[in-house]
């Protein structure tokens, strides 16, 4: 296979350092036969003590020496034991050659000294003695060696140990105490064939905006807390992979989030302080960290991830059944391009797909092409070899449907993992990196292309031990630069394997971190909330914009391992949004009283945003139908408008049909028929026949009954008028009483009567009556969203 692959093609060595070499076996014959002799019980003690002394390689210089060169070697050895170390000294160890990458891990992982496998010693004045090394105590050492004093042989990796030997009280012999062993690239000259290499240069970082803006004009961001700012600050640890990478051959990999965040903090921006926000403070380092990430991308390639660098597993295993997830996924890609374009002047790749540590199976390879990328970042590890290759093939492989898998080499992408905050392990990371490299490239003489995809966010000691390696690599005599987009391109190698692994190989340990299926049903919600609420507004791009952004954040690969964190964001999102759509809303009302036979019934619809609402209809509806309409049945429906800021009384009709209770609701709706917000109910106390109303047909019954008696005397008075005629002895009976000056009864006069009435109950009020001074005005400022007080009477 790849990693077993041992060396091709290496060059004799040279007659000088072959004779030197038989020089020294030879000088050491009698050194070899003298300790055949010895007890049997040193050996066995030389190799179980030696761990009593530490010994750190913190720096090694040249990296990658060539032939000239002097090695500095320094460090420390700190005895760990209760006993003093007395005729101390630390001695450099040549080891042999290594011919495979699989060796190169078999001698990194070894602890205690190994005679026989740990190599000679140089020896000379290449050494450094301490007379005494006390329990605890870190003594520092340095030394310097002409690396023609080495005698290394042919091209290749050396193993280079560091060894401390002394002796104690209770071992008083000379003995190996500690030793530590690292790799030594050789490559004097430049290698016939060098391999390409690529090293991605990722700028991400977690999520640092939230979805509230400012009610102001320039819609001022809010920032979850203010770490993006200590990153950019000088030290900081993107401030530093930013001064790093700019003076390395590289490929930006840049998540267009951290582009916009740091962008929105050049101008004014609120940072989240307890319950309220603070006004941000750092516009003048996120300038100057803008300014010179443009300088250094200004004739570099960049490859933008889709905007906040979406977690592509997750959604493949969790968010594919999910509506909408996919759609999110489309919008942050779409995103990208725009972002870096306008942030950092330059057009980006956007045909790239990275999901989390290179690791892939078939869903997530559809779900990375589904927006728009045809070509997947993989890693060897996932992506494993299976044909049997002597040798590491090309990263381009053609995995089918038009897609190109370009596979990172597993080895040199995780050399820089763990804590490297110490330089001695920053120190062994990078010759370890240097020797695999070279190892790869001496496995055939046929050119290859090979990708180094690092961890996406690496510490500040992380960044500066890759950036030291790619440095003395890119220096060095078997690598030369490679952008991406030129090694997907490559020409593919024939035996190369390109079959997607399986989902049941895809790492448990990823796949426990992974975004939960209810997280993608949270964000679907969100989005279905946001879809209602922008179809009323009349400038929707202030809350879709912000919050279509944050729903991107919200499937950020970022949130791997901080699941609390995530979920406390995507409940932040969620309140935001709730808190804006109850700014649009109707007025409570008590119960209300209605009297007459019909009467208006005013509803009022409050927006307490900055922007105007529209589309919007209410509906006013009677459980009660039989004892109140409303309009011209059981509901009626207006458009209503309403400004920023302002409230709107609507007016509906109504019509009593019998006395009594009924309740009515009133509720918002959008065009489409999707109901708005919370429904409002109130009671309706129907009191259509008043005693006022009794007194107006107890007076028409009145009438009817003087108006029927008036007629019977007038027949009556007819009458006798008649007789007396008839009888010219009684001429008084012929109604001269009248002269008399008798008052007209209300019988005789029913007009009046009615007038009177009318005067006393004043006159009842219809639907198209003009208003009345008590009306609510139709379009006030906003108003207090309490309830209106017990006993409100609707005007008739």
């Given amino acids: 296979m790849a990693e077993a692959a041992d060396f091709q093609g290496m060059s004799p060595s040279p007659a000088r350092r072959w004779l030197r070499r038989t020089g020294a076996l030879l000088a050491g014959a009698p050194l070899l036969a003298g300790l055949l002799q010895l007890p049997a019980a040193a050996p066995a003690a030389a190799a179980s003590g030696s761990s009593t002394v530490a010994v750190a390689l913190d720096t090694l210089t040249p990296s990658a020496p060539t032939d000239g060169d002097t090695l500095t070697v320094s460090g420390t050895v700190t005895n760990k034991g209760k006993q003093a170390v007395t005729d101390a000294q630390v001695d450099l160890r040549v080891g042999p050659a290594l011919s495979t990458r699989s060796e190169i891990d078999t001698v990194a992982k070894r602890t205690d000294f190994q005679p026989g496998l740990d190599g000679t010693i140089v020896g000379g004045k290449y050494v450094k003695k301490f007379t005494k090394l006390a329990p605890g105590v870190a003594q520092d050492f340095s030394i310097s060696v002409p690396v023609d004093e080495l005698d290394l042989g042919s091209d290749g990796v050396y193993q280079l140990g560091v060894s401390l030997t002394g002796e104690t009280s209770a071992q008083q012999w000379q003995q190996v105490l500690g030793i530590q062993r690292t790799f030594l690239p050789w490559q004097p000259e430049g290698a016939d064939t060098k391999t390409k290499t690529t090293v991605l240069w990722p700028l991400v970082s977690t999520v640092h905006l939230t979805a509230e803006t400012g009610s102001n004009e320039q819609q001022t961001p809010v920032f979850l807390n203010d770490d993006l700012a200590k990153e950019i600050s000088p030290g900081g640890r993107l401030e530093q992979l930013l001064s790093l990478g700019k003076e390395l051959d590289v490929t930006w990999v840049i998540d267009p989030d951290l582009l916009a965040s740091v962008d ?172 695999s490299s070279l190892t790869l490239n001496v496995q055939t003489d046929k050119q290859r292309s090979i990708v180094v995809a690092p961890q996406r966010m690496a510490t500040a000691s992380q960044a500066r031990a890759l950036a030291k390696a790619v440095s003395a690599l890119q220096e060095g005599n078997w690598s030369q630069a490679q952008g991406l987009t030129s090694a997907a391109g490559a020409k593919p190698d024939a035996n190369a394997t390109t079959k997607v692994p399986s989902a049941s190989a895809y790492p448990t340990s ?287």
Wanted: zero cysteines.
């Fill in 264 to 435: 929105a903090m050049t101008r004014t921006y609120r940072v989240e302080s307890g319950s309220t926000t603070v006004a941000g403070t750092h516009q003048q380092v996120a300038m100057a960290w803008l300014a010179e990430l443009q300088e250094a991308v200004a004739d570099k390639e960049v490859v933008a991830l889709p905007f906040s660098d979406p977690d592509l597993a997750s959604l493949a295993h969790n968010g594919t059944t999910v509506t909408g997830s996919l759609g999110h996924l489309k919008e942050a890609t779409d995103a990208a391009a725009t972002t870096v374009k306008t942030v950092l002047h330059v057009t980006p790749s956007t045909d790239f797909a990275w999901p989390v540590e290179g690791a892939v199976d078939p869903s997530i390879v559809k779900v990375a092409t589904s927006a728009g990328a045809d070509k997947v970042i993989a890693r060897s590890d996932s992506l494993q070899e299976t044909g049997g290759l002597p040798y590491t093939p090309s990263a381009a492989r053609p995995i089918g449907g038009g897609t190109t898998a370009v596979v990172a080499d597993a080895r040199l992408s995780t050399a820089f993992e763990g804590d490297l905050t110490k330089a001695s392990t920053a120190t062994l990371a990078v010759q370890k990196f240097l020797a």
């Fill in 510 to 796: 990823l796949r426990k971190q992974e975004l939960p299926k209810t997280a993608f049903q949270q964000i679907a919600a969100t989005q279905d909330k946001l879809d209602r609420f922008k179809v009323i507004l009349t400038d929707e791009s202030r809350v879709v914009t912000p919050f279509g952004r944050a729903m991107n954040r919200e499937m950020s690969t970022s949130w791997r391992g901080r699941a609390a964190e995530a979920n406390r964001y995507r409940n932040g999102v969620e309140w935001h949004l709730n808190s804006l759509t109850e700014q649009v809303r109707l007025i409570d009302k008590s119960e209300t009283k209605l009297s007459g036979r019909s009467a208006t019934i005013p509803v009022t619809v409050q927006n307490n945003l900055v922007q105007g609402v529209e589309h919007l209809v209410l509906r006013l509806t009677s459980t009660s139908p039989t004892r109140l309409k409303i309009g011209d049945g059981d509901y009626q429906e207006q458009r209503v408008e309403v400004s920023g800021g302002h409230s709107q009384s609507v007016k509906f009709t109504t019509s009593a049909l019998a006395n009594g209770r009924a309740t009515v609701t009133a509720q918002l709706f959008t065009q489409d028929g999707q109901a708005y917000g919370d429904p409002v109910q109130f009671d309706v106390k129907v009191t259509e026949f008043t005693a006022t109303v009794m007194l107006v047909i107890g007076g028409g019954f009145l009438l009817l009954v003087l108006a029927g008696f008036r007629m019977y005397t007038q027949r009556k008075r007819a009458a006798a008028r008649e007789a007396a005629e008839d009888d010219p002895d009684n001429p008084d009976e012929t109604g001269e009483a009248s002269e008399t000056g008798e008052t007209v009864d209300a019988a005789e006069n029913p007009a009046a009567s009615e007038d009177r009435l009318k005067k006393e109950s004043g006159p009842l009020r219809g639907a198209d009556d003009p208003e009345q001074p008590s009306d609510p005005a139709p379009d006030t400022a906003a108003e207090s969203a309490d309830p209106s007080g017990t006993g409100e009477r609707v005007d008739r």
